[in-house]
Every structure is written in structure tokens, then in C-alpha cells.
């Protein structure tokens, strides 16, 4: 009877293991014929995709379909996401752009580029590959590059600008960034102008010889003789001794959680420290 | 010119031989064989005489200066030349003067060889000072002269001291605190503590080469100014007297806490010891200490440099090249350049944010420079020229009680560094303007009868260039800061209006510098310099 029960329970474990594995393995299944369902290319070579989301409807049919186009190139080295919204639930458009980027690719390489009505800001959000070759200073640059475009209602060209950028970084071309080299130039030439004035100031300071030099360069005898002391007083008190390991008397919380700073999309980016993806991006009003 | 008994050569003193020299025929004297120089009334013959003269004064020729009133006393014919003072090259022959006999003297023990290499090697790191500062045509204007000094001295003799001392000692939970009664014959010879006594000698100088080791001092002979110059003193010896007591208190009293007799007694009440040095004092003596002199003129103003002529200690007032900073400037920028462009992500915000605090840092740098200015204006920095200015006698500068003040700002500033992450960069600015205030209490003027504090008073167009430069920039940066346009070409505006007019501002700043370390030339019969320069 017992050896049945055995036998019967063994069966019900396994049953239940390979439903739970076959779960697993169909979620997985088809969490990737989603996506894939959902993208407007796939690369034959690497897997990656394109894909676009114009859920704020910026786009007509024909750019949609441009715009697919010319972002093939970018999936030589990651998928290529345009995202479009007119209510962004989060506050902050970063924030939107990085929880996205986190559910649709996870850490894959990638560049979402988001269009933000509701906020009127631009994102790019990267990771992986494209990330390591972009970062957040040349994705400030491209949303800089193409705000204006987006200020016009032009957001098919910006898209596609904002796409090419970061096609032509990929591949190691330089892109048009002047204003950024003018002020570093101007940065540059007024950090100098206030450490040169720093050096000269100490330079110029006339270091006045101290009172101790100028009695050690007089002649000097001091003799002192036939000396006494005498004790005419003597007192105690009490002053009990504080350690610094007794501890403190106040409060103090010894951890606790503490919460994380916002995201703010003109700070370049962020960084998050869970399991989320690790990449970064920049963005600008328009 | 003194002629050599021995060929008729031309005699002068040799600092390394420490003796009076011949150059053609190379004999050689001790100074003090010949204590008397006696000149010829029609100043023809100036002559060594091996005869002491009891007298007061001694003989010998003063110059004067039509540009400036300044004088000198030299047996030399060169000293007719130019004036060490303003500079000038139109200096006429002098007369037979009598000179009070100054008590002491410490020869010169550096040539003008030794000289001018200190001063070369002084100017090596600085290089941003004019090329002509560098030269050898400046260079050889060097001049050795002997500026009047007050020497203070103070003598205590067998004097029965009664004083005060008191312990702490910790045992467990309590202290213990003993009181003693001390007291000792104390023997006690100061001898040389000294301050410049002649207003010409700007006291900033005078001390950055003080001090002068008063154990090479001797009996003042005139043959020691054969070959240099002579100053003579218009500072009353009561300017510094304050001072000398206070110095040699504050050195008996940590003699006192080092003496075997009172050591460990914690020796505090000290009062009996001033009382003592104060009776004891005796008259203060003249003496004539080396120094090497330069004088550069620099457009209307001159700049003075000033080597120990014993010690080869260095002071200069080196103005800086405006063309020279601007290249250095340029070539420094180059690998900022290459790390803010490479390294550094520059928005449009952080650019315009970083601009603005640099423009304030440089706020704070002009209203610096000006106070120092206002300082230097008013002889608050020279203790001499002060006494013998008719406006402020009676003025002295009070280091404020936070003598750290420009510490504390620093304090200020790097706090909010690292508070600029959560407040956000109004933080730094808040704290630059705080820096700016607590330096410019760094100091009080105070009138020392009444006792009132008195406020530097800036003239306005003195500080409207900087402040209004500065101001435009950083008004316009603050309201696009809160506007927040979408435009970066604003923000790039904002950011490039502030850096040029902060770089313009620099013009100013190094104008100011260069007041700094330049004087006004000097009118001696008009006391203050030329206050239009």
C-alpha cells in the first residue's frame, strides 16, 4: 500500500515538474514570436531587429515604412526601436524610455529612440554594443542634433536623423557636434586663463618673515636663576572621560532603505542597479 | 670717488674680502683703520682719514632727485646717474651734507655678481613676467644700498621676577589643578630686533627679505658705504617700538615654559615680564643693513625688487606680461580642451551652469584684488609710509577674529559641491556668494584712537568695469537657468556671454595685478606717490 502511495507520488512530482518546464519553454517560445511577430525586420545575420512603435501616430504609413528601412543598418550591431506616446504613465521620459528598453530587450544591444509627446522630449536609450560605442555624451549630442526637427513637427526626419547619427557613430564617423567643441574650446580657454591667474597670484604673494624669524636673527641671551616654585593651590574636579564607543545618546538608524534619486533625461542618463539593463542615454525638450 | 693712499686707484668696499679694496693696485684695508672719510668743502676731495671722530654726524654727499625728491648718500659720482627710487635717469650731483652717524651697521657680504644671480634664478619659474624684467640692461641697475633700519634692543639685568603658573592633569574622572607661585633672577639681552625705518622702503619688502643676522653687525664706519649708497631714515622709532616689546615678551615667555627652573610649571601670567621689558628698554639705535635695489620703471608707475644684501634673500614685485598670460593661457587651453571634449559631457544646461560658477569664482578674484588694491591705496600694508601719511595716521588693519575666513569659504564652496547633486546648482552659487562676503570681512580697518571700524570704501570706477561685466553675464545665465528654454542656442548663448566677458574681466583683473605689483612713483616731497599713475 505504502510502495503505491510511493509510486503515485512520484508520478504527480514529475507530472508537475515537466508542466512547469513546459510552461517555461512556451512562454519563452513565444515571448520571442512576439516580438518577432511584432518587428518590421529582422537581420538574417544577427538576429536583431527593427521595430516601430508609433503609438502617438507622428508618422504616416509610407515614413513608418522609410523609416524601417533605413533603420536596418543599425542591426549590424543591435535591434533598432522607434517609440512613440502621447501619455507617458512615469514622470519623467528617461524613466519611460529605460523601463521599456528593460521589458522589450532586457539587456540585449539596442537603441530605443522615443518620442515623447506628452513631456515634448526626445530619448535615446542604449545598451550592449551600441551602447559601449555611443554612451550618453553622443546621444545627448544626436537628440541636440535633431531636437529642432521635432520643435517643426518634422518627426519623421528627425527619427531618421536621430537613426542615422547613431549609425554613423557605430561606424566610427564622426558627427556634426560644434557647438559642443565651441564650448569646450571657450570652457577650456577660461579654466586656463583662472589656473594661470591662480599661479601667478601665489607666485606674486611676498612671503613676510615671521616673528619668530626676526627674534632668532637678533642677538638673544636669556639666563634665568636662583628659580623656586611653590604650591599655593591645588583642586580637583570631576570630568568624567566620554569615549566615542560608548555611542551616541540620539537615534540612529543603522540601514534602511533610502530612496533613489529621480531620473532626470537632461543628466545623460542612468543606471540601474537591479536586474534591469545597464545601459544609458541622453535627451532634450523640444 | 675715494682714491687709494697706496696708487690714487679707486677704492671700495669688497664684500667677500670684508675689506676696502683697491682695484688697480689691489691693496686692501680694514674699515675700521680709516673710520673717517673726510670730503674737501668744494667736494673735490674726498679723503680717508685714520683719525676717529667723536662727532655725531659724519660727512658725506647727498643726491637728490628733481623727479621724485628722493635722496641717497654715496661717495660715488655714479649715483648721479639714475635714482633707484623713480627711476629716472636725471639726477643731479649732490652736496656735502652732514648725516647723523648711524650706531651700527652690517656690511655687505653679497657683490652685485652674487646679486644678480639670486635675482635671475628667482625669475626662472616666472614666466609670465615682461622679457624686460629679464634683461641684462635691467639687471645691471642693480644698487647696493644700506637702508636705515630701528634696532631695538632691551637689557634686563639681575631682575627679581615673581610669577604665576598652573597645571592640568587628568587622573581617571577628575582633573587636577595646581597653582604655583614662581620666581627667578632673570638676565635678559636682546639685541637687533629691527624694522625698517625709512618710508622710501616699502615695509611689504622690507620684511618678505627680513630677517638680517644682527650677530654680523658692528660699529658704523663711513668707509663700509665706499662703493654702495646710504639712505637716510624719516620714520620715528616709535612706529615699531610696540611691536619689538611685543616680540621679545612672547619669546621670554616661551623661553620661560622651556627653562629648567620653570619648566612644567606652565608659566601664565606674564604681565611682570613686559612691565620689566618696558622699563628696561634702551634707546633705539640706527643701522645701516645691506640691500640690493632695483627699480623698473613700468609705463607711469615703477616696480621695486630687493635682494638681501646678506643673507641673499629675495623680494620682487614682478608685474605679469598681458601678452605672455594670453599665450600661456592659449596653450594650457589645448589639453583642457582635449579632456572636456573627450572626457566630459557638455550639455547645453552644464555648459551654461559651469560657466556661470566660473564667472563668480572670478567675481570673487576681482572684489579680491580690489581690497588689496584699496590696502595698498591707503598704505594699510606699510606701517612706515602710513606714520608719515598725514590721512591716516591713526589707521591700523585688524585681521578679523576668523582670521580663516577664506578657509571657512572654502568650507562653504566644497560643501556644496557635494550637496549640488540633491539641491541642484543654485547650491554653488548661494555658496560663492557666501565666499565672496565672508572675504571681504576678512579684514577691518580700524581707527585706533577712536577705535571705530572703518569701511573700505571701492571707488565705483574702480570696480564698474569687473562688476559690470561680471553682472550682465551672470544675470542673463540665471534667468535662462530658470527660463529653461528648449533652444540649446540660448544656453549656448547665455554660456558664451558669460565666458567672454569673464575672459574680459581677466583684462581687468590682470590690470589690477599689476597695480599690485607695481607702486605709484614716488613723490617724497608730496607724501603717497603720485596718486594719478
Redesign the interface.
Known sequence: MLKRMSLQNTRFFFTVLLALVAAIIMTLVCGTSVSAAKADYTNPDTGYYVLIEDDADLLTASEESELAYKMRSVTEYGNAVFKSIDYNPYYYTSTFAHEYYDELMGNKSGAVFLIDMDN?ELYLEMDGAIYKKLR??KA?TIT?NT??YA?KGQYYLCANTAFEQVYQVLEGERIAQP???????????????????G???R??K????S?N?????????????????????????????VTSSSGSSGYRSSGGSRSS?SYRS?G?GHRSSGGGHRGGG?G??? | MLSCPSCGGILRFEPHLQRIYCDNCRSNFAPEDYPNIKVAVEEKEISLERSYDESADYDVIRYTCPQCGGTILSYDDTAATFCSYCGSNAFIKGNLSQEKKPDTIIPFKLTKEDCEKKYRDSLTMKIFAPSKFKSSVTIDRFRGIYMPYWVYDFDINNKRLALTGSTETRNGDFITKKEYALSGTLDAHYAGISFDAASKFSDNLSMAIAPFNYKDATGFVPSYLLGFYADSGDVSHSTYSGDALNMAVDDLTTEFKRKPGFLGYGVSDTSQVTNALREQRTKPKIGMFPVWFLSTKVGKRISYAVVNGQTGKVAADIPVSPFKYLVWSLLLAIPLFLIFSSFCVLNPGRVLTLSLILTIASWVISSCQLRELYKRNHSLDDRGLQSMDAKHPHVTLVPNKVESSIAAGFFIFFGALLLMPFLGWITLIIALVICNALNSNSYKIKDTITGKVIKPKIPLKEKLPSYLKLGISVAASVIILFWTPVQDTIYYAGAALCIIMTILTYIDIIGQHNKLTTRELPQFNVRGGDRNA
Not at chain 1, 611676498?206 to 618673515?209: E, R, T, Y
Open positions: 515634448r550618453e555624451d545627448n541636440d531636437y529642432s520643435s557647438m559642443k567643441y565651441t564650448c569646450a574650446a571657450l570652457l577650456a580657454i577660461l579654466v586656463a586663463f583662472i589656473f594661470n591667474f599661479l601667478i597670484n607666485a606674486s611676498l612671503k613676510s618673515a616673528n624669524d626676526l627674534i632668532t636673527s637678533a642677538v638673544r641671551t636669556v639666563t634665568l636663576s636662583d628659580t623656586s616654585a611653590r604650591l599655593v593651590k591645588e583642586s580637583s574636579r570631576y570630568s568624567p572621560v534619486g537632461s545623460g541622453g532634450h525638450r523640444f
